[in-house]
């Protein structure tokens, strides 16, 4: 007998329908419609899949069954109004990787702010590290793809000071710690660490990347009252030092961006995960080539 498929999941953003429509920029790898989480369910419980937790999936690898962990990185608002709900109507176990500067205010989501902004100014002015930039939206998509990669290119952590002008009219995206208390509070729920803002780990010096690991773990622990025993790499880009990092903290386990299955002789610090992507099947996600069984990608 053969033993099960272990597979994880990677979700961030889920939104009604008809936002996702509305988008701006389609971001279908970043978010999906609530009717598509719901789907995804159904249809992996339909196909005989086993929705377990991500603990449970890793401590017992030798299960026949086939097993499916979901996972949510970031810590989006719409997960408190849209996903949570589902998930517990639906008593589907999940981990949410949080990072810390989110719940802190201390970052936008970026992507959607700018899209607020681009449909509701003329102009954006931006304070960025090497100096102001003024952006039109006489053409909003335009505008927001210029005024997102140059966010990224000066990295996600200087959002907040260059568009600091309109901090205060803009909707903040991120769960607050309320809403994490009752989310940890939940029976489903793991909660993991994410780092404190979401940087590129495998580009900082060590003790930068040390402090982002540590710090946001502590945070959790401290102010949520829960284990944080599992992490995500941010934009899963690791090196060995990132891993001795993660090690260090004292996580037990931690998920990367690798698209496959989970094999049995995988590192607990190396764990691959599925990116679950708009307008995909769930037969199309797991079977197809990214997800066949014990394909490295």
Known sequence: MRHGRRVVLMLHSVVPDLELRARLIRRPRQEIGESELLRLISDARGAGWNLVSLGELLDDPSSPGDRLALTFDDGYRDFYDHAWPTLRSEHAPYSLFVTSGYPDRTLFHVSLVVEDLVKTHREIDLRLPDGSRTISCDDPVQAARSINDLLWAAGLESADGALARYRESVTDYGLTWDHLHEIASDP????GGHTVSHPFLDLIDVEQCASEVESNRERL????????????????????AVVDSVRAAGYRAAVTTQGRDVAADDSWLLVPRLCVESGKSFGDLVDGPAGAPGTPR
């Open 221 to 240: 622990r401290f102010v949520l009252g829960v284990p944080v025993d599992l992490f995500a790499y941010p934009f899963g880009r690791h090196t060995d």
């Open 188 to 191: 489903l729920a793991t909660i």
